[in-house]
C-alpha cells in the first residue's frame, strides 16, 4: 500500500499541489533562502518517520557523510553540491508525504552500489530528482500481522573460504569413506569372477571403486604441501596431507575388498594383499593413514564376516585373518616404522640444526667477522662469502621487512598489509615478497597479476585510496575480496618504481592513513638500501684485502717460477677455477711458451697438466688475439663458440662453460697470457674480471722482475764463457754437499779436470778457438754426468765435477766417459781440425778426506799425477798413493 493510500491527511498539512517553475539561474539564487528554510522542517519529519532504507536513499550522493566530511555534514553544509541541487531538494522534501515510523523492515530499491564508493561526479538534478520521486512512492505501509518474505540467511566470507577448503581437501577421503561403506553393506555380494555374467549393479560398483582407487593414487601422487604460512591460516590446509594419505588408504581397503568379494570371500586368494597394504602403510604413511589403513581393515573384515555367516568355520577364518592384520600392522609398527620414523626424526632435526646453524654462521658473519680483518677470519672461498653475506642480508631486510609490516597493521587496523616488489627483469610483474595478516586466503603464487589497482599504481606511481575493491581487483587474495577498503602506495628510489606497500580493511582509509602508508615504504626502502651499501662496502673491503694479499704474495716472489705459482694462489682467493695456464710471447720470434699450468681441486680432465713448455706460433687463437688487441677475451667471460681454439686447434680444453683469457701488461706491452677456464657457469662476472685484470697486470710485472733477478742471479752463480757454475758457486756448493754427506753417511765424488796443452791451442790457434774448446769441454760435462751432478769451471782450462752419492769406483767410470767423450771432439778451424784431450784426477769423501780442501788437494795431485805420466787418464787418488810408494821403494 503506497503513502497515499494510507489515509488521508488533513487539509491543514497538504501543501498544494502546483508543478515546478522553471525559473532562472539568478531568481533560482534570490529564493535560495527561503527554498531552504521551507525544506528544512518537511526534510526532517520526513526523514523522522520513513523507513531506514528510505533514509539512506532519500540522501543524494553528495551529501554522504564519508571519512573526514562527517564534520562539515554536522553543520548542514553538504561535502558537494551546487544552488540548484538545494533547490530542487527542498522542492522534493515538500512534496513527499509524511510516513509513519513502523518496527518492521520493508524493501525499498537501493542506489547502486558504485553511485556510493565511486567518485563523487555531478549528477544530472533532473533526474536525481526523478528517481528519488519513485523510491518515495514506492514504499509500502506494512499492515498488522502481514507475513514478511523469505529471510536469506548469509554465511560469513570466513565460514565460506572454510567450507570451500574443507570440501577441496576433504572430498577424496569422503568418497573413499563411502566407497568402504558401500563395500561393507554387500555392495558386490553377489558378483564373482568364476561367473559367466556379473549382474549390472555390483558390476557399475566395481567399476566406481576402481576409477576411485585410480583417482586416489593420481591425487596422492600429484599432492603438493601447503606452504607453512597457508597451515597457520587454516586448519583444513594443515590436515591436507593426512586427508590425502587416508583418501588413499580407503580407496586401497575398499578396492581390495572389492577383489576379495568378487574372487571368493573370506576364502579369497588375494586376501594377502591385505596384509602387504598394511605393512605398507604402517611403513610409510604417517600416523593417521596408517590406523585408518587397519582399521578400516578389520571393519570391513567384521562386516563380511556378517554377511557371510556367523560360523564356527568363518569364526575361524576371519580370526585368523584379523590375527594376521594385527600382526602385520604389530610388526611392521615396532620394527620399520620404528625405524623410519627415527630415521625421518633424525633427519629432521639435522636439518634443522643445519638449517639454524646456517642462519646464525650467516648472521654472525655478517655482523662479526665482516668486522674483523681476512687474517683473523675463518678461510672462504669468494663464493662461500658471498652466500653467507646473501643469507644474512636476507633474513635482516625479512626480519626488518615483518616488524615495519606488523607494526603497520597494528597501527592502521588492517586485516592485511602486504609488500609487493617489482621484478627488474621488466619492471611490469610484482611478486608478494612480505604479508601480514589476520586472512587466511592469502594466495601461495610468489608472483601477482599487475592489473586492477597493482596496474594503477604501476602506471600512475601516484597513491591510490579504493572505497570498495571490485571482484579481483586484490590478487593477494585467492578469492579477490571485493568490497573492502584498500590503500596502496608506490616505493619509489628517485625514478625507478621498487615495490608497492598495500594495506585493506573493512572501513575507509583516511589520508592521514595514506600517509603513514607512504612514511613506511620510506623505512622499507631506506632498509634495503642500508643492506645495499653493506653488501657494496663489503665486497669493496674484500676486493682491497684480497688485492693485498695478492700483492704481498708477488712481492715475495723473486723468481719467474715462484710468481707464477703464486699468480696461481692469488687467482684462487678471488674466484673459483677448475684449471689455469699462463703463456710467455717471445717478440722477436712470434712465439708463445705455455709456462706453466695449475689444475684445481675437481678439475681434472679439463686441460692437459703436460702442456707446460708447449711453443705455438702466432694464430687465430684466443691467446694470439688477446696479445694483439691487449684486451681480455671472451668479452663476456663465457665463450661464445664451443669449438673456438684458446692456443691451437691441437689444444683441447673439454667442458668450459666460464672462460677468461687476461693480457699480461708490463709498460703497456703484452708479454704473455693468463688463462683460467671453469666448468661453472657465469663465474668471471664484471667485477672479479677487474680484480683479475688488475691482478694479471702485477703478475707481467712481477714476471719481469723475476727474470731480471733471475739473470742477476745467474750472472752471479755462472761463469759467462761457458755457462757452468763460477768458482765461488762451486765452493759454496761443494761445502753444502759435504756436511748433507756427513749427516746422512753419503760418498761424495770430485773430479778435477784439465785440457791437454790448451796453452799451445791458444798459442797456435788463437783464443777465439780456445774459449771455443773451452765451451765445447764445457758442454761434454754437462752431458755426460746425472743432472744432479755439479759441474763448474775451476779457472782457466781447468774444471770440476761434483757427483752426489758416488764411490770411487763409479767416479772413475764417470770420469772415463768424460775423457773419452772430450777426444772425440773436434774443432773446425784455418788450418784444419783441432781435437783435444783431457787429463782427470779423482778424490773422494770419506775415504780420500772428510773437509773441503783436502779433497781438493789430493784430486789436484792426482791430476798433477796423471798430467806427469802420459796425459788424457784418470788417477784416482788410491792410485797416485800407490804410484808414489812403488817409486819410493
Known sequence: MSARESGPVPRKSRAPESKPVRTSKAEAATTEVFAKKEAAPKKAAMLDSAPIGLRKASIPESGRVRGKDKDKDKGGDFAEGTKETHAIKAEEDATVPRVKRKS????????????????????????????????????????????????????????????????????????????????AVGGVDGAS???????????????????????????????????????????????????????????????????????????????????????????????????????????????????????????????????????????HAVLLRGLTTRYRQRRARRLDEELTALRDSARDYRLIAAALGPGSRAPRSRDEEERLLAIGGVGMIGDAMSWVLSTLKRSLGARTVALLWVEESDGERVKLTEVVSDADDITESPR?????????????????????????????????????????????????????????????????????????????????????????????????????????MLGRALTPEQVMETAFDACAAIVEYDAAAIALYDKDRAKHRIAAVRIGEGGEGIIDPKL????????????????????????????????????????????????????????????????????????FGKDVREMLAVIANQVAVSLQNGYLYKQMETMATTDGLTGLTNHRTFQARFEDLLQRAQRHGHKVALLLCDVDHFKKVNDNYGHPIGDEVLRRVAKVLQEVPRKIDIPARYGGEEFAVLLDNIDVTQAKAVAERIRIEISKVVVDTEKGPLSVTESIGVAAFPDDGRDRATLIERADLSLYHAKHTGRNRVVTWAECQAAKAKQAS
Open 104 to 183: 518492521e523492515s520493508v524493501a525499498v530499491p537501493r542506489v547502486p552500489r558504485d553511485l556510493e564508493t565511486g567518485p563523487r561526479a555531478r549528477i544530472d538534478e533532473a533526474s536525481r530528482s526523478g528517481a528519488m520521486r519513485k523510491a518515495a512512492d514506492a514504499v509500502v505501509q506494512p499492515r498488522k500481522n502481514q507475513p514478511t518474505g523469505p529471510v536469506v540467511v548469509t554465511l560469513p566470507a570466513r565460514w565460506r573460504r572454510a567450507l570451500r577448503r574443507a570440501g577441496k581437501v576433504s572430498v577424496g577421503a569422503v568418497a573413499a569413506a563411502l566407497a568402504c561403506v558401500v563395500v
Open 193 to 331: 569372477v568364476y561367473a559367466a555374467t556379473m549382474p549390472l549393479p555390483q558390476a557399475m560398483i566395481a567399476t566406481c571403486v576402481a576409477a576411485l582407487v585410480v583417482i586416489a593414487v593420481i591425487r596422492r601422487a600429484q599432492f603438493a604441501e601447503p606452504s607453512a604460512r597457508a597451515q597457520r591460516v587454516s586448519l583444513w590446509l594443515a590436515a591436507a596431507q593426512d586427508l590425502a594419505d587416508l583418501e588413499l588408504c580407503l580407496a586401497l581397503v575398499a578396492g581390495l575388498h572389492v577383489v576379495i568379494a568378487v574372487t571368493g570371500g573370506l576364502e579369497s586368494p588375494a586376501y594377502p594383499a591385505i596384509y602387504g597394504l598394511v605393512a605398507f602403510s604402517m611403513t610409510v604413511l604417517a600416523r593417521p593413514g596408517a590406523l585408518a589403513t587397519v582399521g578400516a581393515s578389520l571393519f570391513l573384515e567384521a562386516a563380511l564376516l556378517v554377511r557371510t555367516g556367523i560360523t564356527e568355520d568363518t569364526i575361524v577364518t576371519a580370526g585368523i585373518h584379523g590375527l594376521f592384520l594385527a600382526g602385520a600392522a604389530a610388526a
Open 448 to 552: 601477482l597479476p599487475s592489473a586492477g589497482v597493482l596496474g594503477a599504481v604501476l602506471r600512475d606511481r601516484q597513491p591510490l585510496l579504493v572505497g570498495a575493491t571490485k571482484p579481483g581487483q586484490l590478487p593477494y587474495y585467492d578469492s579477490g575480496r571485493a568490497g573492502v577498503a584498500l590503500v596502496a602506495v608506490p616505493i619509489l628510489e628517485g625514478v625507478h618504481l621498487r615495490g608497492i606497500l598495500a594495506a585493506d580493511r573493512d572501513s575507509m582509509f583516511t589520508e592521514s592513513d595514506r600517509d603513514l602508508l607512504v612514511d613506511a615504504g620510506s623505512q622499507v626502502l631506506r632498509v634495503v638500501q642500508a643492506e645495499q651499501v653493506f653488501r657494496a662496502v663489503e665486497r669493496s673491503k674484500y676486493e682491497h684485502e684480497r688485492f693485498y694479499q695478492a700483492t704481498a
Open 612 to 683: 707446460a713448455g708447449f711453443e705455438f706460433k702466432d694464430n687465430a687463437g684466443l691467446a694470439s688475439m688477446v696479445i694483439k688487441n691487449r684486451h681480455y677475451l671472451p668479452a663476456g667471460g663465457e665463450p661464445r663458440e664451443v669449438t673456438a681454439p684458446i692456443y691451437t686447434r691441437k689444444i683441447k680444453i673439454d667442458d668450459a662453460k666460464s672462460l677468461l683469457v687476461l693480457p699480461l701488461l708490463s709498460a703497456d706491452e703484452a708479454i704473455g697470457t693468463f688463462t683460467l677456464v671453469a666448468r661453472a657457469e657465469k663465474r
